[in-house]
């Protein structure tokens, strides 16, 4: 028998919204509508960086199938589409004139989200840097702030009146560290001087935005930041552990919540910071609408002495895996919440993402994906569990929508709901979406 969620839609608030996220980068197709290059883009040329030096050029083709997907969306019973705007499509030459192909393009899938009764919930950043910008410094430049808010206000003329959310930038982490520090994604530096300026003027950029957006009068705006649960390897590792905690869970949260960033940090990062970082942390800390929260894994931590700061590394745990070597573990989203929620008092938290790979084929003309049915059921008991224990938990949002084009490791790994064929690009949907459907349909199909 087909697997379900064990939750139904009354289990959750009435105004709680369900949801399936994606990117612009990971869906849509760079080679077509007049886009610029992103730096994911030349990352991609570039031997070495990505698994058998896949692009992102034609990815799920989004771009002319966009209304087949928005179908697709709708059809589950999914309240809201948490999407994203690839800058260097819309300005591909990260300032300056617009594309008027890709305004265009938004204009139709955005109109075509509300036709739907989907509500947009739109991320201006999902880590499509313009080239030219990049070539300039990129994120490890101080005027990213206004290149970034030039963008964002952009973006709000020309669609802010249909859309229901705005989040800056999505998982800045990864931005910043991942990207300029660890080298897996694009720019791939392994600079902590780029690292720590990055880890900064992401911040910068997003206060800039933020203000901006508040005074050309948008509402509802947010930021989305990454989490994971970080436990030590051993009792001897509970240091290398606070400093993952540090980099990874408390660097952005408290620089929002409370204009600092955390002491265990600064010990690596302080003197890489640009001169005068501090004048920026008011701005930095200007409250939010609403804070959006990835999670995916825990971690464990273990130190490695006589190595450079942060002297740690990650050791595989005994926890069940998803095909990426995560390891699931639902309670620490429950936890995070509820974390979250004491450090932001009364601010409305929504899971942005959360998802796992798997290994997935059809049979019969079906996709049976009951691992991911059995982890998104465990997360939403999480969920549920964070709203007993008094959290503002608004929404949840699954990543992704579709199999895609997964950055660094290119179309091996499958987080869908919807099976892509990568060389006809059929979609065909998976028990989970099914599963899906089964839950949310009842009261979608009444509301209509």
Known sequence: MQPAFSHRRADFP?????????????????????????????????????????TAARACDHYHRWEEDLDLIAGAGFDAYRFSINWARLLPEGTGKPNPAALAFYDRLIDGMCARGLQPFLTLYHWDLPTALAHRGGWANRDITGWFTDYALTVQRRFGDRLASTATLNEPWCVAWLSHFIGAHAPGLRDI???????????????????????????????????????????????????????????????????RYPAKALQGLECW?????????DAIAAPLDWLGVNYYRRALKAAVPGTPWPATREVEGPLPKTTMGWEIHPDGLSDRLVKLARLFPGLPLCVTENGMSADDHITDGA????????????????????????????????????DNYEWALGYDKRFGLIHVDFESLKRTPKW??????HMLLPRTLSAR
Request: glycine share 10%; proline share 4%.
């Open 432 to 437: 989970s979406y099914q599963a899906f459907q």
């Open 14 to 54: 009435e105004d709680f919204l369900f949801g399936a996220a994606t990117s612009a980068t990971q869906i849509e197709g760079t080679a077509f509508g007049g886009a610029g290059a992103s730096h994911w883009d030349t990352f991609a040329l570039t031997p070495g960086n990505v698994v058998r030096g896949e």
């Open 367 to 402: 996709v049976a994906d009951p691992d991911r049915i059995a982890y998104v059921d465990a997360h939403l008991a999480a969920c549920r569990a964070a709203i007993a224990a008094g959290v503002p938990l608004k929404g949840y949002f699954y990543w992704s929508l579709m």
């Open 193 to 259: 001087s780029a690292a720590a300026r990055a880890m900064h003027f992401t911040l910068t950029a997003h206060a800039g935005a933020l203000a901006a957006l508040r005074a050309e009068g948008a509402k509802n705006l947010g930021i989305v930041l990454n989490f994971e649960h970080v436990d030590p390897a051993s009792p001897a590792d509970e240091g290398a552990a606070a400093t993952e905690e540090a980099l990874f869970n408390r660097w952005f949260a408290e620089a929002l919540a409370l204009g």
């Open 273 to 281: 910071l640009p001169k005068g970082w501090q004048a920026d942390l």
